[in-house]
């Protein structure tokens, strides 16, 4: 007999709430560049809904999966995600669009595979850390894999060229690395090696100097780098406290570009204002915090990384869009988890809540290997 507890919740609700809203805004934001682009105001939004459709199927695999059974397979999982990053460069296989070679095109469905080297990179952290009694303590064994790892997927994707996506894969290394142990002194180490490069990479264009600085002073270019940064703050700021109502955008219309992807957070803002802004984030506050509580009660050290390293991804991702939004962080072009509109991006996502649960439900074990007082009567 097998026993498993019940997933997690308030976790999938959240998750719920969080692709409910997406789905809702993705068809509000995109409608007007919709009808422009194809005569069909729901053609974002019926992709939205098949993609939403096959990412749920996605989570509840996850879900009924017992997590431990991927950890033999993390190495391989890991090893296809860099050959898909390589393969994307490659001119004929790889989709370019807007400047950028990111995905495989396959008629109307493409595949983003730097969404996938996420999860492969957490999964294969995870497994490496969970591998050693100490983790992340010993750098020789550890440490240096951790970096090696994160180093091929942070060049290939910079290739693409990708900054925000890159910036997350260092970050939630970083944190996986925390978590697992690593020394103070390698991580401050590690700091000092990769900031100064980033940098260097950043300043030695400039281009990408002057785009990346432009949330300083947007107004210094507002037809050029600042652009983007200025009609995002017109729509946040004319929302006000409750919007001008779902639907009533103004800056959807031909103002403010990339409305339905990685600006969306600013229509919310716009037709929902403050009140439905704060909403959003105080759920992925509540999402992050279930994350941490999944990982800080899972019962062995693959699930406890596992969890971590997810719940980091998608909290740092969402944190990192908003601040784009906002204007708090540089623009870097990526998606907010479970709202942006993007095939690959949701569906990954919320087959990594899948997984979330899946350790919230504990590993799949023998009823009678438990404690006397949980075995059930039978």
């Not at 103002?255 to 919310?268: K, M, S, V």
């Amino acid at each position: 007999m097998i026993e498993r507890r019940a997933p997690d919740a308030l976790l999938l609700i959240v998750t719920g709430l969080l692709t409910g809203i997406g789905i809702v805004m993705v068809f509000s934001a995109s409608s007007a560049v919709a009808y422009t682009q194809f005569h069909d105001s729901a053609y974002y939004l019926k992709r939205e809904l098949l993609w939403a459709a096959i990412g749920i199927v996605a989570l509840v695999a996850a879900m009924r999966l017992d997590y431990t059974r991927i950890r033999p397979l993390t190495i391989a999982i890991f090893i296809v995600a860099v050959v898909l990053l390589a393969a994307v460069l490659v001119p004929g296989l790889g989709f370019m669009e807007g400047g950028a070679r990111r995905w495989f095109a396959l008629g109307p469905i493409t595949f983003e595979p730097s969404e996938f080297g996420k999860l492969a990179l957490v999964l294969f952290l995870a497994g490496l850390f969970a591998s050693r009694h100490d983790g992340a303590a010993s750098f020789p064994r550890a440490g240096f894999w951790a970096l090696a790892a994160v180093g091929a997927c942070f060049v290939l994707v910079m290739r693409e060229p990708d900054l925000g996506t890159a910036t997350i894969y260092l970050l939630t290394t970083f944190v996986m690395l925390f978590v697992a142990g690593a020394p103070l002194l390698q991580l401050a180490l590690e700091v000092a090696i990769a900031v100064p490069a980033l940098v260097g990479y950043i300043t030695a264009s400039h281009y990408r100097r002057v785009r990346f600085l432009a949330f300083l002073h947007p107004w210094n270019d507002p037809k050029g780098t600042g652009y983007h940064i200025i009609q995002s703050l017109y729509a946040l700021g004319s929302g006000g406290l409750f919007g001008l109502g779902l639907g009533q955008s103004r800056q959807k219309f031909g103002y403010l570009p990339a409305q339905h992807t990685d600006f969306i957070f600013a229509i919310i803002g716009e037709e929902l204002g403050f009140v439905g802004a704060a909403a959003v984030v105080l759920l992925f506050l509540i999402f992050a915090y279930r994350g941490i509580r999944i990982a800080m009660r899972c019962e062995d050290r693959f699930g406890f990384y596992l969890a971590a390293g997810l719940t980091a991804a998608i909290a740092l991702q969402a944190l990192m869009n908003i601040g784009v939004v906002t204007a708090s962080w540089p623009v870097t072009g990526v998606p907010l988890p479970f709202i942006s509109y993007g095939g690959t991006s949701l569906v990954i996502t919320l087959f990594s809540v899948g997984l979330l649960a899946s350790i919230s439900r504990g590993q799949r074990r023998a009823a009678s290997a438990l404690p006397a007082r949980r075995r059930k009567v039978s």
